[in-house]
């Protein structure tokens, strides 16, 4: 079956950086694009960044933008975010998901806290 299983979050001082990581497994995953999402308390959740199956397209929210970036290993299935520069309000569950406009696999998230 498809999983989609996240790792690389932790609480981190403003300024700092990230990496996270999605590990797939259960499909053909470089025929796949790839997504990452994000919610924070409160808020509805939204895309962050994705990637085409290819790697050669990317995609990033106004609000990521020159800050995260969204790559790929298809010999590992793995889908990374790095995140510099981070931010309080860049705190949130950030969510790995199989596909580019639409998201049929989602994984079970990992916390990201900005903070001093």
């Known amino acids: 079956q498809v999983q989609l299983v996240e790792s690389g979050g932790g609480l981190v001082q403003p300024g700092g950086s990230l990496r996270l990581s999605c590990g797939a497994s259960g499909f053909s995953f470089s025929i796949y694009a790839m997504s990452w999402f994000r919610q924070a308390p409160g808020k509805e959740r939204e895309l962050v960044a994705r990637?085409?199956?290819?790697?050669?397209?990317?995609d990033y929210s106004d609000s990521v933008k020159a800050r995260f970036t969204i790559s790929r290993d298809d010999t590992k299935r793995t889908v990374y975010l790095q995140m510099n520069s981070l931010k309080p309000e860049d705190t949130a569950v950030y969510y790995c998901?199989?596909?580019?406009?639409?998201?049929?696999?989602w994984g079970q998230g990992t916390q990201v806290t900005v903070s001093e």
């Open positions: 998901s199989r596909g580019w406009t639409v998201n049929d696999y």
């Open positions: 990637i085409s199956n290819t790697g050669g397209r990317t």
